[in-house]
């Protein structure tokens, strides 16, 4: 096992038997909680078997990190999304992660929110509405685009993602998908410093974070949340 990974799925694993694990954020959210739980590793081979799949190899961080630590499950937020070889019949991938990753559309794509066409610049509806057509059919074009080269690996919640850049020079650096409330494609910056943070740093300050809350019982612990259906349900 490589030094980066050595003992961490112990140290997850073993956070299910700490007092107060439910307080940390996403382990015990009600059908969504990953309750410190790690898929089984992926062989070497069922690794190539997704990087053919996908159209692309993986950052090294990542990569050990599935084949040492797990392929999903405990994580930051709400945890790592599976990453599962295709079976049988599964169609090709899109080729989105192989295509290179362009940090700078998000600028791109405010400056193009602020030049959305108005009436009262055209001289009639009928022009209006085809330059209103054509500024939205490339405000769709450069939303999608945000996110080509890059892999999603874990959700925030509301709409917010977790992004791990697979191509180009930011390959195997964490990015916020924040496109939910119009603020693009951003760099995690991990706390201290600035600067895109990797998947190995955004994981591990994810763990420490986790022990310490999760092994804390100095504190008065929070509230636990549990699920109460509605009377209507039953």
């Known amino acids: 096992m ?4 050595a003992g961490v799925r112990e140290r997850v694993l073993a956070l299910r038997k700490a007092p107060r694990w439910w307080a940390v ?3 015990d959210h009600p059908g969504h909680g990953h309750e410190f739980e790690l898929l089984p590793v992926l062989t070497e081979e069922r690794l190539r078997d997704v990087e053919r799949w996908l159209g692309t190899g993986l950052p090294e961080e990542y990569r ?5 630590v797990g392929a999903g499950g405990a994580g930051p937020d709400y945890g790592l999304f599976p ?3 295709p079976g049988p019949g599964t169609p090709p991938a899109t080729g989105h992660c192989a295509l290179p990753f362009r940090p700078g559309l998000t600028a791109e794509l405010e400056e193009h929110e602020e030049a959305e066409p108005r009436r009262e610049d055209h001289p009639d509806d009928e022009t209006f509405a085809a330059a209103y057509a054509a500024w939205d059919t ?6 999608d685009a945000l996110t080509e080269g890059t892999l999603c690996v874990g959700s925030q919640g509301c709409a917010y993602y977790s992004l791990l850049v697979v191509t180009g020079p930011y390959r195997g650096t964490m990015w916020d998908d ?3 409330v119009g603020e693009g494609v951003v760099p995690i910056e991990p706390r201290g410093r600035t600067g895109p943070v990797t998947f190995a740093e955004w994981y591990l300050d994810w763990l420490d974070h986790a022990e310490r809350r999760a092994w804390d019982t100095t504190t008065e612990p929070p509230p636990r949340l549990r699920f109460i259906p509605d009377r209507a349900d039953g």
Do not use: I, K, Y
């Open 138 to 143: 490339r405000r769709d074009e450069l939303n």
């Open 25 to 27: 954020f996403g382990a």
């Open 178 to 180: 924040v496109r939910a």
């Open 83 to 85: 990453l599962r070889p």
């Open 64 to 68: 050990t990190f599935l084949t040492e």
């Open 2 to 5: 490589s030094g980066t990974w």
